[in-house]
């Protein structure tokens, strides 16, 4: 395991698409703080300010984060079958499950070192937007990014197990594209209706259970019960799509 992350690490700094996505991710995401926050004050009168804690939670909590995050790690896992280094690298492991979790392990650390770096860009185009620097209620929004990250983690896990099913990065980054934006609703209501007309669940909505839908409820319904709800969804999602990836690895050849 610990060979693996180092190799895993040494690639995630070589990789050219390491630095695009943090430039990218950095410059939108300030861009976006500078853009809502003047728009506030025109439309509202230099009476409206909106938080620094706001914003943290229309970039760094946003689906669109969680988009250039997706967009990285298929670019990262696919790079590995391109480049050989899976087929390289497995014959020498006897548990190939390690190759999985060290690579998620590395997304993460991305995860949140790119967070980080939105979260500074955010405070620089904050303070350029506006005289007056408001905080906010900064820890229950960080709490509620928190919960959101769990899930984000969730469904990072999926586009890993979406990679390992398909290999291919097209067909892998288009879902994960599609599932970030929301785009799959028509897909929902449409499996509701045949689980409707086949297996007779007259009130059964897959939206219900989707964490991309699920996660959104955080910021409107901060409770314990939504928490609990979310987490719980979250860990079910991780479990099942680590199981997906770690089945299809060890059963295909590489």
């Known amino acids: 395991m610990h060979n693996c992350l180092k190799m895993d690490f040494f690639r995630l700094f070589k990789m050219k698409s390491t ?13 976006i703080t500078f853009g809502t926050q003047k728009l506030s004050k025109i439309a509202g009168g230099k009476g409206v300010l909106l938080s620094y804690s706001s914003h943290l939670e229309s970039t760094i909590g946003s689906d669109f984060f969680l988009m250039l995050m997706a967009i990285f790690c298929v670019l990262y896992v696919d790079a590995d079958f391109k480049h050989k280094f899976v087929k390289n690298i497995a014959g020498q492991i006897k548990n190939r499950d390690i190759i999985i ?41 960080l709490a509620k990014i928190g919960i959101v990250t769990v899930a984000n983690i969730a469904f990072l896990m999926i586009c890993i197990a979406l990679i390992y099913i398909f290999r291919n990065s097209k067909v892998s980054m288009i879902v994960s594209i ?3 934006l929301g785009i799959t609703s028509a897909l929902y209501m449409g499996i509701d209706t045949l689980a409707s007309y086949f297996l007779n669940l007259k009130n059964f ?4 259970i989707s964490i991309m839908t699920q996660k959104a409820t955080i910021y409107s319904d901060f409770s ?11 860990f079910c999602y991780f479990i099942i799509f680590t199981i997906i990836s770690t089945y299809t690895f060890r059963k295909r050849d590489v």
Request: proline letters at 0%; glycine letters at 6%.
């Open 101 to 141: 979790f060290s690579k998620l392990i590395v997304v993460i650390f991305y995860y949140i070192i790119c967070a980080a770096i939105v979260a500074g860009a955010d405070v620089i185009a904050y303070m350029m937007a506006t005289e007056k620097f408001l905080l906010g209620n900064l820890g229950k929004t």
């Open 224 to 234: 314990q019960e939504n928490i609990i709800k979310v987490l719980v969804l979250a």
């Open 178 to 180: 599609l599932l970030t």
């Open 19 to 31: 630095y695009v996505v943090f430039i990218v991710s950095s410059i939108l995401c300030g861009l």
């Open 205 to 208: 909505e897959i939206e219900k």
